[in-house]
């Protein structure tokens, strides 16, 4: 557990890179965990693999498990679907990764390191892949990645908390409010996979760029709400290339307990996915189970299926390069 004192504390373990907890303060004081974590340490392997989990190599999915990197074609490890999602089947949220702490005047926390050899799951080079967490003064935790190869491969790495911010175990997020700093969004098929150019978000269920209860989203009529299990599971255009600084992507807010997160990147893009498919087969820490919406996956990325969609911003990273990625949760408190 790191943080200062009287401030928000986090707990991160070393099995997948894993934020397992955040205790932030609500409007009256009062802290909560808001960051949902199986109770039975076994099912992190298992049905809660990528909870609060670093995922990669390639987080999302890749169409057919299909990756040509310089006119060679590799076949990766996929799922049951067919496809390649978060890596592989034994991707990094899978991984046992080495840490040290961190302290600094300003930011505490742990930097977690992993090798990844050439083929793994299927991809190209050795990576190396360095993730730090932090929390400062002022309640933002941040995640800086960083990852070298020694041969030509994709790098698309990600944080795959759910959140709550009434607190884990309390229901579910309808009644969150959500605002993402987009025009567009991506289209998927029945396995979930980009089909098609990105569309505006206008008119659709997806518009919102002024800030929508979730519930009141979910109540328009959309197909694609219903291929992802009755709710979001897409992606976000935020911008046509990466930002070399974080800047503004989204903000959820919950009215209960007047916890706001905003959330800046430099990622061009962030996946939204609202615990659609959660089915209360997961207990939580607190002792009750997740079931649908129990939490909001809010993970800034690349798009995805991006190495087989050539207009999208590429993931591709070369021997000398140095892959670099920041996202900055800041938490605070409304009085409304």
């Not at 965990?33 to 039975?40: F, G, K, P």
């Not at 076949?75 to 890596?87: F, Y």
């Not at 567009?184 to 978000?201: E, F, K, M, Y």
């Not at 209360?280 to 129990?294: L, M, Q, V, W």
Request: aromatic share 8%.
């Amino acid at each position: 557990m790191f943080g200062f004192p009287g401030r928000a504390r986090a707990e991160v373990h070393t099995l997948g890179a894993r934020l397992h907890s955040l205790l932030v303060p609500d409007r009256w004081g009062r802290f909560a965990d808001v960051v949902l974590a199986a109770r039975d340490a076994r099912t992190v392997r298992g049905p809660a693999t990528y909870f609060g989990a670093t995922v990669g190599r390639y987080a999302n999915r890749i169409a057919d498990g299909r990756l040509e990197v310089d006119g060679v074609v590799h076949r990766l490890a996929t799922q049951e679907t067919g496809h390649t999602l978060h890596g592989g089947p034994d991707g990094f949220d899978r991984r046992l990764w080495r840490a040290e702490p961190v302290h600094g005047d300003d930011r505490t926390g742990v930097r977690l390191f992993l090798r990844s050899p050439a083929g793994d799951q299927g991809f190209p080079g050795a990576l190396d892949v360095r993730v730090t967490c932090t929390l400062d003064r002022d309640d933002a935790l941040t995640f800086e990645y960083r990852a070298v190869s020694d041969a030509a491969t994709v790098v698309n790495l990600t944080n795959h908390a759910y959140w709550n911010l009434d607190g884990e175990g309390s229901g579910d997020v309808l009644g969150h409010h959500l605002r993402v700093e987009a025009e567009r969004w991506t289209p998927v098929d029945s396995a979930l996979i980009p089909r098609g150019p990105h569309r505006p978000v206008d008119g659709t269920p997806f518009d919102l760029r002024r800030s929508r209860r979730l519930s009141e989203a979910f109540a328009q009529e959309d197909g694609q709400l219903r291929l992802s299990g009755g709710g979001f599971d897409h992606n976000w255009v935020l911008a046509d290339t990466p930002s070399a600084h974080p800047r503004a992507a989204a903000v959820l807010y919950a009215p209960l307990s007047g916890r706001r997160m905003e959330v800046r990147t430099t990622e061009p893009g962030i996946q939204v996915y609202t615990g659609n498919l959660l089915d209360g087969g997961i207990t939580g820490k607190s002792g009750r189970p997740y079931g649908p919406h129990a939490g909001v996956a809010l993970e800034t990325q690349h798009f995805p299926d991006s190495p087989n969609r050539p207009d999208d911003p590429s993931t591709l990273l070369r021997p000398g390069e140095v892959h670099r990625s920041t996202t900055v949760l800041r938490f605070s408190v409304t009085e409304e």
